[in-house]
């Protein structure tokens, strides 16, 4: 059994889940905030150390219109970063709606807490993955 954990990147905080390959299924771990502007690498490493997964899976957000989204090339930085940090394979998933769905699938309960989205969106990114 392969252990992976997913990423949600935003601007200010990013969504992590974990999820295995053999039910294909993950499961919202946390939302780490920015660390003076840059992601909370102790936080992240804290986690893969924990975890120790085979893969770190990125979402990559793209527009409608299939074009990269504003955010992608700061996605694929911090995919590049997370490879030279850990060396660990490093895959990046359309990440298309996650959020949105994230939303949808919380409910009541995305608004009291919006870390919850950024994980769940994660966890969506995630499946994504282990579904292909």
């Known amino acids: 059994m392969s252990c992976s954990l997913g990423f949600d990147f935003g601007s200010h905080k990013i969504g992590i889940a974990v999820g295995q390959s053999v039910t294909a299924t993950a499961t919202p771990l946390t939302t780490l905030s920015y660390v003076k502007h840059k992601p909370d690498w102790d936080g992240i490493e804290r986690i893969i150390s924990e975890w120790k997964p085979d893969t770190l899976v990125i979402g990559l957000p793209y527009q409608m ?52 989205v950024d994980s769940m969106a994660a966890k969506l990114i995630l499946e994504t993955w282990l579904n292909k």
């Not at 997370?82 to 394979?89: D, I, M, T, V």
């Not at 359309?94 to 919006?114: H, M, P, W, Y």
């Open 65 to 116: 219109d299939d074009e990269e989204a504003e955010l992608a090339e700061r996605a694929k930085k911090f995919a590049r970063q997370l490879h030279g940090r850990f060396h660990l394979p490093v895959e990046m998933v359309d990440e298309r709606l996650t959020s949105r769905e994230a939303s949808n699938r919380l409910g009541k309960k995305a608004g009291k807490d919006v870390t919850l």
